[in-house]
């Protein structure tokens, strides 16, 4: 690839990844009317099972195009024993996030249950499961590797990477109403800042997945 060529690609993939990962997600979640999450149905599941593998792949081809990148840079890096102990600290500080400024919010009379109903059935708890590891994987690749190396390979500041991708990351969660929007953009923060310390995409995807995993189990079954 010339010099021309990764110049040109350089302003079309953000573009890109902005158009596929953001721009459109949200146009859909402001079209949807619904109030229902709905996890009972099988075509649900297959769904987004196929979305997950089409835009997975999406991200691993522009890091093969991308002479400036390599998977190690984005945190494809191999899980050793000692480093699963970040799993717990990471699902544990968010959660201790989420029961902290729940806490808050209340006190501030501010209304904090998801403002959407979920409907789940428990034959497909361990989809529901696999499911939220996909989707830790998805936004963790976009919005905490691809962010950092990005701004890295710019030589921007990574606290302005931080910001930029907490508030797209955040706008993405509007539709769970103003207070759980409000916690998101304090565990997206947390969640940049593990990524900076471990530089492990595979930890920082499976914490993130087990976290939304935990959250909609709560959420379920305080619906029963």
Known sequence: MNEKSIKFLN??????????????????????????????NIYFYIQYFITFIIKFFIMIFIIRLNPNYTFYDFGFRKIKISDLK????????????????????????????QE????????????????????????????RAYSTVFFEKHNINKYIGLIVSTILFTSLHIYQGIAPTIIIFFVAITL?????????????????????????????????
């Open 192 to 224: 940049y800042v593990f990524y900076l310390k471990i530089r492990n995409l595979h930890i920082l995807a499976i914490a993130h997945g087990i976290f939304d995993f935990i959250q909609i189990l709560i959420l379920i079954y305080s619906q029963l």
């Open 11 to 40: 302003i079309i993939e953000p573009v890109i990844i902005l158009i596929i990962f953001f721009l459109i997600p949200l146009i859909s979640l402001f079209m949807t009317k619904t109030k229902v999450l709905a996890f009972d």
């Open 116 to 143: 959407n109903l979920i409907r789940a059935d428990k034959k497909f708890i361990p989809l529901l499961f696999i499911l939220f590891i996909c989707v830790g994987y998805i936004e963790e690749i976009v919005f």
């Open 86 to 113: 970040y799993i717990i600290i990471i699902v544990a500080t968010i959660l201790a996030i989420l029961s902290i400024s729940s806490y808050i919010l209340i006190k501030l009379n501010i209304k904090v249950n």
